[in-house]
């Protein structure tokens, strides 16, 4: 049978392993710092999203406005906090489901990339025992414009060399459905990104993409 894609992009946080819950932490700790409030459902809202820009709507709720420099230093703050909790990671946090699943796409042939927004992608991967395996890793270090903006995940296709509908992306974040209609890829949404409007396949767990590439 022909394949209906021959690229699988892959989000990272939420998709492949749970840093979500680490970046919940960091946000959190920063907020109660500097006494804002923040609760789950508005880091929901920070799924997918670049740092600075996760930032800006943690800030709408501050009573006080802040430099430019003073944002600059929180973002760092924040991802010191982050940094520091992901080195808890082992490759313990690769869910067993997903490591059977991306090692089964990858004996049927299928190219398999990492599309995502954070900065810390070669690290994560590093701890949870993916350093070398993807074919290809387009991440917060070689865009200029984070999700929803489809940058990332064009530059994942141009690096396995492939067009946008030769390739599905995976996301849990509304913001990624939105850069793979916006970027013309399929999709498959996971939790929250199930939802969207958008949305190609909706995922149930994440090995029943075998049955919808
Ligand atoms: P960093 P993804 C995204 O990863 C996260 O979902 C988002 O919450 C975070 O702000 C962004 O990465 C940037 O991360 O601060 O590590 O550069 O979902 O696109 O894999
Ligand atoms: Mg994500």
């Given at each position: 049978m022909e394949k209906k894609y021959c690229g699988i992009i892959f989000d990272l946080d939420g998709v492949i392993c749970h840093t979500d819950h680490y970046h919940y932490l960091a946000w959190?700790?920063?907020?109660?710092k500097e006494h804002i409030y923040f609760d789950e459902s508005i880091n929901h809202r920070l799924r997918g999203v670049s740092?600075?820009?996760?930032?800006?709507?943690?800030?709408e709720r501050a009573d006080k406005?802040?430099?430019?420099?003073e944002k600059e230093r929180m973002a760092e703050a924040k991802n010191t906090i982050y940094v520091e909790?992901?080195?808890?990671?082992?490759?313990?946090?690769?869910?067993?489901?997903?490591?059977?699943?991306?090692?089964?796409?990858?004996?049927?042939?299928?190219?398999l990339a990492i599309g995502s927004s954070s900065k810390n992608t070669k690290r994560i991967?590093?701890?949870?025992?993916?350093?070398?395996?993807?074919?290809a890793i387009s991440d917060g270090t070689n865009i200029t414009r984070s999700k929803p903006?489809?940058?990332?995940?064009?530059?994942?296709?141009?690096?396995?060399?492939?067009?946008?509908?030769?390739?599905?992306?995976?996301?849990?974040?509304?913001?990624?459905?939105?850069?793979?209609v916006a970027g013309g890829f399929a999709s498959a949404g996971i939790g929250?990104?199930?939802?969207?409007?958008?949305?190609?396949?909706?995922?149930?767990?994440?090995e029943d993409l075998t049955q919808i590439v």
């Open positions: 959190k700790k920063l907020a109660e740092r600075m820009e996760s930032l800006e709507i943690l800030l406005t802040y430099t430019e420099e909790l992901l080195g808890q990671m082992t490759e313990n946090d690769l869910p067993e489901n997903v490591k059977r699943t991306l090692d089964d796409l990858r004996k049927k042939g299928y190219l991967l590093k701890y949870i025992g993916l350093e070398n395996y993807f074919d903006d489809p940058e990332v995940f064009l530059k994942a296709a141009e690096m396995l060399e492939l067009s946008a509908e030769k390739c599905i992306v995976i996301e849990d974040a509304r913001a990624g459905i939105d850069a793979a929250e990104a199930k939802l969207h409007s958008g949305v190609t396949y909706q995922l149930e767990s994440f």
